[in-house]
């Protein structure tokens, strides 16, 4: 019995030496977050007025927009997110986000909305919402890095150096901590995408049920959050499909994947072929400018847009970084890239840990497929931002690559993985110090 307090004291630590790295580079992210919350001017990032606008229909009309003017060009996006934002603001008390005149001299000046002394702390109610709004995409963002965090852990459960890597190289990437201080239900999808393949890996170390049928949740979530976030649900699928079972068993369980986001999400899709005829309606939002894969555009600009925009590209991308900081980001990345192909041909994983990285590896190649497709189809759209629902594959991926190529077994840590977040940490301080002032 005297025993009992010195076990408990051990579980304790044990509980406090898993937890406490995530606790830290999640204060971190949000401390980061927060800066970029109260020091870019309300609706300086990517379509955060037509987001804001969003929230305010269902805030003050109490029901979804149908997209009545050009203004309203993201009312074809699913509502959680807005819908949540909305609530809040009705709990609190507080009044809908404001309009702001736009600014006729952009984008010869940088900023896109004209700014007034009102805009300043302490905040009035309608400044103060969109602070709020801001507010929960940082809480989504907080949340998939703790789910990267539990992700890394699951795949390689002894290197906790390598999970607490992996969360704070997400966090202290410059564009996810901008995008996750704005109004706009791309954190909430990163969140979802991050469930949804921390679920899936879960279901193929364990093949339960219930684990099955939380991925099936995780992946409707994204579905009724952002149709990009569905991109994911191809861990979860492939999870179903390693299962060494006949396939009489299978098919009960690759319905719960579909069952489960049509009747959670299946309404919203439906509805915007009922109001528009298509679930992305691009003749109501203007001129759109697809671009065929042959186009020279693709050569010239795309993936040097895209790289840079995926690092940092502030304000409503036209703020950009010296060529310098993304050309070392850029060599951090083909080392990492250099490890990852040594950390296959070496054959030392273990049959799971294989799958999980082979999976992960997958990841990008979709998005950035998703995005191309898009950019051909509907509207030339180099975002990097489009490409963070594969931010789990980047996040672990990148440090394990790094640690590989300087450990000399690939079984351990190396402090090397850590080059990466002191590096984009250094970004973030001279963003603050002397980027942000220099615009704002």
Request: glycine share 4%.
């Given at each position: 019995?005297?025993a009992a307090p010195?076990v408990?004291l051990?579980?304790l630590?044990d509980?406090v030496?898993v ?7 999640v ?9 970029y919350?109260v020091?870019v ?5 990517p379509d ?5 606008r969003y929230v ?9 927009p149908r997209s009545?003017s ?5 009312s074809?996006?699913?509502p959680?997110?807005y819908a949540l934002g909305a609530?809040t603001?009705?709990i ?8 702001l005149?736009w600014?006729?001299n952009?984008?010869a ?5 004209v700014h007034?002394?009102?805009e300043?702390?302490p905040?009035s109610e309608?400044v103060l919402a969109?602070h ?5 995409s940082t809480?989504?963002g ?6 990267i965090y539990?992700?890394?852990?699951l795949i ?5 150096l ?8 997400l966090?202290?990437i410059p564009?996810?901590a901008f995008?996750?201080a704005?109004?706009?239900?791309d954190p909430?999808s990163?969140f ?7 679920l ?10 219930i684990v099955?049928?939380?991925?099936a949740?995780?992946v409707s979530?994204?579905?009724v ?7 994911v ?5 492939a999870?179903v ?7 009489q068993?299978k ?8 069952l489960f986001p049509l009747a ?7 509805r915007?072929l009922?109001l528009?005829?298509a679930?992305?309606p691009?003749?109501?939002f203007g ?6 894969i042959w186009?020279?555009a693709?050569r010239q600009t ?5 790289r840079?925009?995926f690092?940092y ?6 703020i950009?970084l ?5 050309d070392?980001?850029d060599v951090t990345?083909?080392?990492?890239l250099a490890?990852?192909?040594?950390t ?6 273990a ?10 590896s ?6 950035l ?7 051909v189809?509907h509207d ?11 931010m789990?594959a980047f ?9 590989r190529?300087?450990s000399?077994?690939g ?12 590096l984009?940490l250094?970004v973030?301080?001279?963003i603050?110090a ?7």
């Amino acid at each position: 019995m005297a025993a009992a307090p010195s076990v408990q004291l051990v579980h304790l630590s044990d509980r406090v030496r898993v937890w406490a790295p995530a606790a830290v580079v999640v204060a971190l992210f949000i401390a980061v977050s927060t800066f970029y919350n109260v020091r870019v001017p309300l609706y300086e990032a990517p379509d955060e007025a037509a987001h804001a606008r969003y929230v305010r229909s269902i805030a003050d009309n109490g029901k979804l927009p149908r997209s009545s003017s050009i203004a309203e060009y993201e009312s074809w996006q699913p509502p959680l997110y807005y819908a949540l934002g909305a609530a809040t603001l009705k709990i609190l008390g507080l009044d809908s986000p404001p309009e702001l005149e736009w600014n006729v001299n952009f984008p010869a000046e940088r900023q896109n909305f004209v700014h007034t002394s009102e805009e300043d702390f302490p905040y009035s109610e309608p400044v103060l919402a969109v602070h709020v709004l801001r507010g929960i995409s940082t809480l989504f963002g907080a949340g998939a890095i703790l789910l990267i965090y539990l992700t890394s852990l699951l795949i390689f459960p002894r290197r906790r150096l390598l999970a607490f890597s992996a969360a704070a190289t997400l966090s202290l990437i410059p564009q996810f901590a901008f995008i996750s201080a704005t109004v706009s239900n791309d954190p909430a999808s990163f969140f979802a995408a991050s469930a949804t393949v921390y679920l899936g890996l879960r279901y193929l170390r364990e093949f339960r049920t219930i684990v099955l049928v939380l991925a099936a949740v995780a992946v409707s979530l994204g579905a009724v959050t952002k149709l990009s976030a569905a991109v994911v649900g191809i861990v979860p699928l492939a999870a179903v499909l390693f299962q060494p079972i006949a396939w009489q068993k299978k098919i009960p369980q690759l319905a719960v994947l579909a069952l489960f986001p049509l009747a959670i999400a299946g309404w919203f899709y439906l509805r915007s072929l009922i109001l528009w005829g298509a679930v992305w309606p691009a003749h109501l939002f203007g001129q759109q400018n697809p671009l065929p894969i042959w186009d020279s555009a693709y050569r010239q600009t795309f993936f040097e847009t895209l790289r840079e925009s995926f690092w940092y590209a502030g304000g409503p991308l036209n703020i950009r970084l010296s060529p310098i900081v993304y050309d070392v980001l850029d060599v951090t990345s083909v080392l990492a890239l250099a490890g990852l192909i040594v950390t296959f041909a070496s054959s030392r994983l273990a049959p799971f840990e294989n799958r999980a990285i082979m999976l992960l590896s997958v990841l990008p190649v979709l998005a950035l497929g998703m995005l191309l497709y898009f950019s051909v189809e509907h509207d030339f759209q180099p975002q990097g931002r489009y490409l963070f629902v594969a931010m789990p594959a980047f996040a672990i991926l990148m440090p394990l690559g790094l640690s590989r190529l300087f450990s000399r077994d690939g079984q351990q840590d190396h402090l090397a993985m850590l080059a990466l977040p002191a590096l984009l940490l250094a970004v973030n301080v001279s963003i603050f110090a002397i980027t942000l002032p220099r615009y704002y």
